[in-house]
């Protein structure tokens, strides 16, 4: 049997008691008569979607000049993050040589240094050099659902590990010239950050933006209360609520398994690749979300605490404080939360 690739199911219309998001879709409330005024954007940037929910009805040209303010931010990351256009500042430290370091924008370093240090905290289970292995077993852009065999993982050996970069106040050292550095699983997350850090210098304030699942929550919703999210159930027959959280003035990211895969001879082969062992996650844990000051940091520690699994990213993220919330699959199909001390203390 080859394999079979997983698609989602089509999105029915719902209407919850709380923003639904998870680790790669967003649906909005459905406002009643009687709710507040809010004023919502929405646009399409990074390769996803974006929407911002801002409380109260802003005129005209209030909202022209919020949405300026969000897709110039995001244009910005963008710039500075994509590996999809050549002309950014990542895929040019990428076609470096590697030898001497490359001077980087403050921007593109911020993102690097945290991403380097989470992975460091993590034994390098969060790899920003991962993307070809990503792309080997068939999640880059050809979308290739055969894995790699053993020859071309041997093959890739040399370009993977965060050891092979060296992060200094004067740029970017790469062991050589075909390591390559990705930040997919930070930089649309550092984007929700930079566009409401802009929102606020703009002087907006209550609201919530996201991008691609992705959400930063400020101030109160329309009706003066915590804004409420609700984290996915892990099934993919269906989309419903398993959980819903407040969110005030924090970060939330949420990844998951559950979506991207696809099988081959009855196994899952999942988008998740544990640098450690260059292969895909097998372990249970269905989906990881951590709630954070910054958006980056809670969308790279979900990514990073799925890759560790139920155990060990459990562990590590109470060793850490972290917040974070866990789906376990068990072997009857049914699904067991657990959740750090930090979380439970935010509910």
């Not at 990503?134 to 590990?161: E, H, M």
Request: net charge negative; with cysteine.
């Amino acid at each position: 049997m080859g394999p079979r690739e997983q698609g989602p199911p089509p999105l029915r219309k719902m209407i919850l008691p709380a923003l639904f998001v998870g680790g790669l879709f967003y649906v909005t409330l459905t406002r009643q008569p009687d709710e507040p005024a809010q004023t919502v954007l929405a646009g399409e940037a990074l390769g996803t979607t974006w929407t911002l929910k801002v409380s109260g009805a802003l005129s005209g040209d209030r909202s022209d000049q919020l949405r300026a303010a969000v897709e110039q931010a995001l244009d910005d990351v963008d710039r500075s993050m994509s590996t999809y256009r050549e002309d950014s500042e990542l895929m040019g430290v990428n076609r470096s040589e590697g030898i001497e370091p490359v001077a980087l924008t403050p921007m593109l370093h911020r993102v690097l240094a945290e991403a380097l240090d989470i992975g460091y905290a993590t034994g390098g289970a969060f790899d920003v050099t991962v993307a070809p292995l990503v792309n080997a077993f068939g999640f880059g852009p050809d979308k290739r659902r055969v894995p790699p065999d053993a020859q071309t993982l041997a093959s890739l050996a040399p370009k993977i590990g965060a050891d092979k970069l060296e992060l200094t106040a004067q740029g970017l050292t790469k062991a050589h010239s075909e390591v390559e550095v990705d930040l997919s699983a930070i930089a649309k997350a550092y984007a929700v950050d930079l566009v409401v850090e802009r929102l606020e210098e703009a002087g907006a304030e209550n609201l919530l933006m996201e991008v691609g699942g992705e959400i930063v929550a400020r101030g109160v919703n329309p009706r003066g209360e915590v804004w409420r999210l609700g984290i996915e159930r892990p099934s993919e027959t269906e989309r419903t609520v398993h959980e819903v959280v407040s969110l005030k003035d924090a970060a939330m990211a949420t990844s998951g398994d559950y979506r991207q895969y696809y099988e081959v001879d009855g196994q899952r082969v999942s988008h998740l690749i544990d640098p450690r062992t260059a292969a895909p996650i097998t372990h249970a844990l269905a989906s990881v979300t951590v709630i954070a000051t910054r958006c980056s940091t809670a969308d790279a520690w979900a990514t990073a605490l799925s890759i560790l699994g139920p155990e060990e990213g459990l562990d590590r993220a109470e060793a850490l404080r972290i917040p974070a919330y866990f789906i376990v699959r068990q072997d009857d199909g049914s699904f067991e939360s657990r959740s750090t001390t930090a979380f439970k203390a935010l509910r």
